[in-house]
């Protein structure tokens, strides 16, 4: 069965750095995503992506983020400066539009 | 907003029981869906209920939706310890891509 792939599956960062989460998506899906789980808490949308570009984010994706589709194949998550409080589990999906979404299996982002 | 809440939070039920998770939303929707997550692993798509159906069946699981009273149910039947997991549901909008809105989930003990 098709996955979504993720890496890392946790990557540990100092405050301040940059990160970059990377996700491949389902081949023939058009729709990617990106969500956040900080611990304890519920999944929470950043920002989905169509025909190369933004379709919609969430208060939390600001201009810390960003995302890319830098090959046709991959799809990622940059955090610029990072926080204490960007500690969560990244989650990627997939969809093909109005059918289930496929969530990748996570990376685990420690800021420190 | 629309949001997915499920109710109860925890849920703790020997095995062999059947488990009943409720989940209520806002706003109109065009699916909903429930999800898995065994502890601090990923999201594990389990079924997809459109809005212009009532009920839905695979394997062990049963899922509901009543969008008159904006409203969905999640039955594990004769359950296992291995079912012991956080369960979330999840709506998204009349609309292709739109973003998932999780609820806190329910988290379910089953104990042997």
């Known amino acids: 069965e098709p996955e979504v792939t993720q890496t890392p599956s946790h990557q540990v960062t100092q405050m301040g750095q940059e990160v970059i989460l990377r996700c491949v998506p389902i081949?023939?899906?058009?729709?990617f995503y990106w969500y956040r789980q900080i611990l304890g808490q519920k999944v929470e949308f950043l920002v989905s992506f169509y025909n190369n570009e933004i379709s919609e984010k969430s208060e939390i994706f600001d201009d810390q983020f960003s995302v890319e589709r830098p090959d046709g194949s991959n799809f990622t998550l940059k955090i610029r400066s990072t926080k204490l409080e960007d500690s969560a589990m990244y989650f990627c999906a997939s969809s093909g539009g109005f059918d289930g979404y496929t969530f990748g299996s996570g990376t685990r982002l420690t800021v420190v | 907003s629309q949001q997915g809440e499920e109710d109860p939070q925890a849920l703790s039920i020997q095995e062999g029981e059947n488990a009943t998770m409720n989940c209520s939303y806002k706003?109109?929707?065009?699916?909903l869906q429930w999800y898995r997550q065994n502890s601090g692993r990923g999201l594990v798509h389990l079924i997809l209920?459109?809005?212009?159906?009532r009920e839905k069946h695979s394997g062990r699981l049963r899922v509901t939706l009543d969008t008159s009273k904006k409203s969905s149910s999640l039955l594990i039947t004769a359950s296992r310890a291995a079912d012991t997991a956080s369960y979330f549901c999840a709506t998204d909008a009349h609309q292709a891509g739109t973003a998932l809105i999780f609820g806190k989930g329910t988290t379910l003990s089953v104990s042997s």
């Open positions: 706003t109109s929707i065009n699916n």
């Open positions: 081949s023939n899906h058009l729709y």
């Open positions: 209920i459109r809005s212009n159906e």
